[in-house]
T-cell receptor, first 112, second 114 residues
Framework: AQTVTQSQPEMSVQEAETVTLSCTYD???????LFWYKQPPSRQMILVIR??????QNATENRFSVNFQKAAKSFSLKISDSQLGDTAMYFC?????????FGTGTRLQVFP | EPEVTQTPSHQVTQMGQEVILRCVPI?????FYWYRQILGQKVEFLVS????????KSEIFDDQFSVERPDGSNFTLKIRSTKLEDSAMYFC????????????FGNGTRLTVT
C-alpha cells in the first residue's frame, strides 16, 4: 500500500527564519511524483512544489526547496525567509496513478 | 489566472437528503476529481473523471455517490442519501493532464449533515 506520513502536526517559526517540514512515504513504484500543497485559511489547496522521483536534483521554487532522499523515502520541505503569508496547512502528497495520496498535514504558524 | 470554482461554499442538510455539490473546472482541463477532508483529518481521494466517465474511484465512493458533467462546463458530485459521516469539506480539482500534472483545487464546499 502507498502511504504518506507527516509526523509534525504543528510547527511554528519566526518571520525571516527557516523551517523544515518532514514527510516520509512508502511506494513500490520506481518512478513517481511527490508534491507539497499549501492550504491557507482561504481553504484553497495551492501547489507549492513538486519533485519527480527520477530526478536526483532537489526541486526549488523561490523560497521553497525540498530535500528528496529516495532511498530513505523522505521528502522534506524547507521554507527560507519565512513570511506571515506562509501561515497555512501544508500537505505532502504522493501521486498514485491519477490520484494523490495525502499526508495528514502540518499546520505552520509564522510569527512576527 | 483561471480558477476552479465551487458552489455553494457551505451546505447544511438533514440526514437522508440528497445534495449536489457543484464545480466549474478550468475550461481547457480534461481531468476532474473530487476529494474530501473530514475535519482534522487528511484529504482523501473520492473519484476521478475523464471523457465523461469515471476513471478511478475509492472505497469511500459507494453507490450513494455519483458524478456528472452535465453540460461540458459543470462537474457535479451527488450524494443520494446523506449520512452524518458525510460531513466534510469537499474539494473539486481539475488538471490538464492525467499524470504528473499539478491539480488545481477549488475553495471547497463545507457539507454539514445534521
Amino acid at each position: 500500500a502507498q502511504t504518506v506520513t507527516q509526523s509534525q502536526p504543528e510547527m511554528s517559526v519566526q518571520e525571516a527564519e527557516t523551517v523544515t517540514l518532514s514527510c516520509t512515504y512508502d511506494t513500490s513504484e520506481n518512478n513517481y511524483y511527490l508534491f507539497w500543497y499549501k492550504q491557507p485559511p482561504s481553504r484553497q489547496m495551492i501547489l507549492v512544489i513538486r519533485q519527480e522521483a527520477y530526478k536526483q536534483q532537489n526541486a526549488t521554487e523561490n523560497r521553497f526547496s525540498v530535500n528528496f532522499q529516495k532511498a530513505a523515502k523522505s521528502f522534506s520541505l524547507k521554507i527560507s525567509d519565512s513570511q506571515l503569508g506562509d501561515t497555512a496547512m501544508y500537505f505532502c502528497a504522493l501521486e498514485n496513478t491519477d490520484k494523490l495520496i495525502f499526508g495528514t498535514g502540518t499546520r505552520l504558524q509564522v510569527f512576527p | 489566472e483561471p480558477e476552479v470554482t465551487q458552489t455553494p461554499s457551505h451546505q447544511v442538510t438533514q440526514m437522508g437528503q440528497e445534495v449536489i455539490l457543484r464545480c466549474v473546472p478550468i475550461s481547457n482541463h480534461l481531468y476532474f476529481y473530487w476529494y474530501r477532508q473530514i475535519l482534522g483529518q487528511k484529504v482523501e481521494f473520492l473519484v476521478s473523471f475523464y471523457n465523461n466517465e469515471i476513471s478511478e474511484k475509492s472505497e469511500i465512493f459507494d453507490d450513494q455517490f455519483s458524478v456528472e458533467r452535465p453540460d461540458g462546463s459543470n462537474f457535479t458530485l451527488k450524494i443520494r442519501s446523506t449520512k452524518l459521516e458525510d460531513s466534510a469539506m469537499y474539494f473539486c480539482a481539475s488538471s490538464g493532464f492525467r499524470l504528473h500534472s499539478p491539480l488545481h483545487f477549488g475553495n471547497g464546499t463545507r457539507l454539514t449533515v445534521t
